[in-house]
């Protein structure tokens, strides 16, 4: 029994430690993020361990002493989360305060919160053909906004998954999340390398949003206020099609953890990394940077911000292994001198896809942030 004991409370110390360190595959990840987000509910089987049995002999002494490590370790994000929750809260309030008569909108993070089981109710959904290409059918899921009356702000949501996977599907917790709150959510596949190079993932956007806003009506959406949003590869669609400015409908864009300067995800690509981002860079491009420049250059929001660029929500993890958070970083210095309104909130703990489990630490800073900026922008 106590080896048993012994060997679970290393296992728990082990992957608690995913929590401090970068990781070097896609395994290591997905267990990182599962440490850092789901880590109170792995904090309670520490906690287990701790109590479980008789301490007879010194390698049960020592189990205890690894299992407390490693329940500290879980519960250290939600912790930092508290922490981080005022600096959250006091750069939203001045770049993106409330707007008058809005629906209030819960705390950037609530400990009891993170223990949540029930989820959300969903609301009514309607798949939705937008486009054709090449005899394939482009569709989006409209989430209809849980409103009484008038027209809801309308966020349109691009999926990630390195340019040549992902699916409409992926955000669907957090789509019947904002919906249930009032805002609408248009969830669109778009064409995926390799044969949807760029920049036709940002002509399917286009023609979506245009298609949404001739549908208004029926919708109950405002056609004049449209939000962008992706993640990481979809939040380098939303971040390179917002920066230019050109869409009078879009009022603003949000972005997790996106490349947005491709430049300079090539010259620091390692063959190494767990996605090979050089391989999907060149098969999403059309090549190199030296073989296609002007491919770089119109996917790169970094080098297209102007004064007409719209207002940006930038949210990145410190420790995110996928994409430096350099690149949202230096997106949000480009923001800054341009002087286009914006927030950049760099979560200490967070790895790539931290908002995965909606009510952990990331999950809620990202979408209370998110609801903050949407009603601020398109209300």
Same mark, same amino acid.
């Not at 603003?252 to 999907?280: E, N, Q, R, T």
């Given at each position: 029994?106590?080896?048993?004991?012994?060997?679970?409370?290393?296992?728990?110390?082990?992957?608690?430690?995913?929590?401090?360190?970068?990781?070097?595959?896609?395994?290591?990840?997905?267990?990182?993020?599962?440490?850092?987000?789901?880590?109170?509910?792995?904090?309670?089987?520490?906690?287990?361990?701790?109590?479980?049995?008789?301490?007879?002999?010194f390698?049960?002494?020592? %189990?205890?002493?690894?299992?407390?490590?490693?329940?500290?370790?879980?519960?250290?994000?939600?912790?930092?989360?508290?922490?981080?929750?005022?600096?959250?809260?006091?750069?939203?309030?001045?770049?993106?305060?409330? /707007?008058?008569?809005?629906?209030?909108?819960?705390?950037?993070? /609530?400990?009891?919160?993170?223990?949540?089981?029930?989820?959300?109710?969903p609301?009514e959904?309607?798949?939705?053909?937008?486009?054709?290409?090449?005899?394939?059918?482009?569709?989006?899921?409209?989430?209809?906004?849980?409103?009484? %009356?008038?027209?809801?702000?309308?966020?349109?949501?691009?999926?990630?998954?390195?340019?040549?996977?992902?699916?409409?599907?992926?955000?669907?917790?957090?789509?019947?999340?904002?919906?249930?709150?009032?805002?609408?959510?248009?969830?669109?596949?778009?064409?995926?390398?390799?044969?949807?190079?760029?920049?036709?993932?940002?002509?399917?956007?286009?023609?979506?949003?245009?298609?949404?806003?001739?549908?208004?009506?029926?919708?109950?959406?405002?056609?004049?206020?449209?939000?962008?949003m992706?993640?990481?590869?979809?939040?380098?669609?939303?971040?390179?099609?917002a920066?230019?400015?050109?869409?009078?409908?879009?009022?603003?864009?949000?972005?997790?953890?996106?490349?947005?300067?491709?430049?300079?995800?090539?010259?620091?690509?390692?063959?190494?990394?767990?996605?090979?981002?050089?391989?999907?860079?060149?098969?999403?491009?059309?090549?190199?940077?030296?073989?296609?420049?002007?491919?770089?250059?119109?996917?790169?929001?970094?080098?297209?911000?102007?004064?007409?660029?719209?207002?940006?929500?930038?949210?990145?993890?410190?420790?995110?292994?996928?994409?430096?958070?350099?690149?949202?970083?230096?997106?949000?210095?480009?923001?800054?001198?341009?002087?286009?309104?914006?927030?950049?909130?760099?979560?200490?703990?967070?790895?790539?896809?931290?908002?995965?489990?909606p009510?952990?630490?990331?999950?809620?800073?990202?979408?209370?942030?998110?609801?903050?900026?949407?009603?601020?922008?398109?209300q």
């Open positions: 029994m106590s080896a048993v004991r012994f060997v679970f409370a290393l296992l728990c110390l082990l992957v608690s430690s995913l929590v401090l360190f970068k990781v070097p595959d896609l395994f290591l990840w997905q267990l990182k993020v599962a440490a850092t987000e789901y880590g109170h509910w792995l904090a309670l089987l520490a906690i287990a361990l701790i109590f479980i049995g008789r301490r007879q002999s390698l049960d002494s020592v %189990s205890v002493l690894l299992a407390i490590a490693a329940a500290a370790i879980f519960l250290s994000t939600s912790v930092r989360a508290l922490l981080f929750a005022p600096t959250a809260r006091s750069k939203m309030n001045t770049a993106f305060p409330a /707007s008058v008569g809005a629906p209030k909108v819960p705390g950037p993070f /609530s400990f009891l919160r993170i223990w949540t089981l029930s989820g959300t109710k609301v959904v309607q798949t939705i053909e937008y486009n054709q290409f090449a005899g394939k059918a482009l569709e989006l899921d409209f989430y209809y906004a849980d409103v009484h %009356s008038g027209a809801s702000p309308c966020l349109v949501l691009i999926h990630g998954g390195g340019w040549d996977n992902g699916s409409r599907k992926e955000l669907s917790n957090l789509s019947h999340r904002l919906a249930r709150r009032g805002i609408s959510v248009a969830a669109l596949d778009y064409r995926l390398a390799p044969d949807g190079t760029w920049p036709a993932p940002a002509e399917d956007v286009r023609v979506a949003i245009s298609m949404l806003k001739g549908q208004a009506d029926v919708l109950a959406i405002n056609p004049k206020k449209f939000v962008l992706g993640r990481s590869a979809g939040g380098q669609i939303a971040e390179a099609v920066a230019t400015g050109t869409i009078p409908e879009v009022a603003g864009c949000v972005a997790l953890y996106a490349p947005a300067d491709m430049h300079f995800a090539f010259k620091y690509a390692d063959k190494k990394d767990i996605l090979d981002s050089g391989k999907l860079l060149k098969q999403y491009l059309g090549g190199t940077p030296t073989d296609a420049r002007a491919a770089y250059d119109s996917a790169s929001a970094y080098g297209l911000v102007s004064r007409k660029t719209v207002p940006m929500l930038l949210i990145h993890g410190l420790n995110d292994e996928l994409v430096w958070y350099q690149q949202s970083q230096r997106l949000a210095e480009r923001l800054e001198q341009n002087g286009v309104k914006h927030v950049y909130l760099e979560v200490p703990w967070a790895t790539h896809a931290f908002d995965h489990n009510d952990g630490p990331g999950g809620q800073l990202a979408l209370w942030a998110i609801e903050r900026f949407v009603r601020s922008v398109a």
